[in-house]
């Protein structure tokens, strides 16, 4: 029977999975979607800019996310018949250090850094990462990032560009656990490349895919936690029945 305690390195997703992107999502845009009338639910909203983000990614794979989010606000406001200026469109998209942590982020990291290696691997630039990674409050082992790769996830290229660089580090590909809430972006290219993952499903409570697009077939996975506390709390569990707390 597989265990948490099996691996060696976590590599993470990090928006949607550690930063509530969600809400930083919701709130950023609340200058745009508060002209609507009617207004549109949460859940609207955040599926019409998953769908305008997953289509301009993979048009422009190389475009920092920050400017891919720019590109979003005004393609979401064409859609609504709502007119802004581009500087509307370059504030949304340099919103991402406002989006916050998930509140059992930071603490649950803690604890892991002691027992793994810790991997971003994320659809984002190095600058917006920065400030993200302020509020994680963790030094993880390698930052991979969209910007530096040249594509967005779940293209292959961001998984084997991963793979080929964490071997630097000794970590051998059994031993990754690619730990993520997004079925779409995540857990379908980790089949793809023999990873075993962890998903964590902040959506527990919810319906639909919210601002991830619908992975049409559910991928395999092999562990599943509605946080990563609870992950954390596994592990720990883990560790004192075989006696290694």
Not at 77 to 98: K, R, T
Not at 152 to 169: G, S, V
């Amino acid at each position: 029977m597989m265990r948490l305690s099996d691996f060696d390195a976590l590599t993470f997703d990090c928006y949607g999975t550690l930063i509530d992107w969600e809400s930083g999502i919701t709130a950023a845009l609340r200058p745009l979607t508060a002209r609507l009338s009617p207004a549109l639910s949460r859940d609207a909203v955040l599926q019409a800019h998953a769908r305008h983000e997953a289509a301009q990614q993979l048009q422009t794979p190389a475009k920092p996310y920050r400017e891919v989010l720019a590109v979003v606000y005004r393609r979401l406001a064409e859609e609504w018949g709502l007119a802004v200026s581009w500087a509307e469109c370059v504030a949304y998209g340099s919103s991402i250090p406002d989006w916050p942590a998930f509140a059992d982020s930071a603490e649950a990291l803690g604890y892991l850094k002691q027992h793994y290696k810790l991997v971003i691997l994320s659809n984002v630039d190095q600058e917006s990462f920065a400030a993200s990674n302020a509020r994680l409050g963790v030094a993880f082992d390698a930052v991979y990032t969209a910007e530096e790769i040249g594509a967005y996830k779940p293209a292959d290229r961001n998984f084997e560009y991963m793979l080929r660089n964490i071997a630097t580090l000794g970590v051998d590909r059994a031993k990754i656990l690619h730990t993520a809430e997004s079925l779409f972006h995540d857990h379908g290219p980790a089949n793809r490349h023999g990873l075993a993952s962890c998903w964590i499903w902040r959506r527990h409570d919810q319906d639909g895919f919210g601002a991830t697009m619908d992975p049409g077939t559910q991928p395999r996975f092999d562990f599943r936690f509605t946080s990563l506390g609870a992950m954390a709390e596994a592990h720990r569990a883990e560790m004192a029945a075989s006696g290694s707390a």
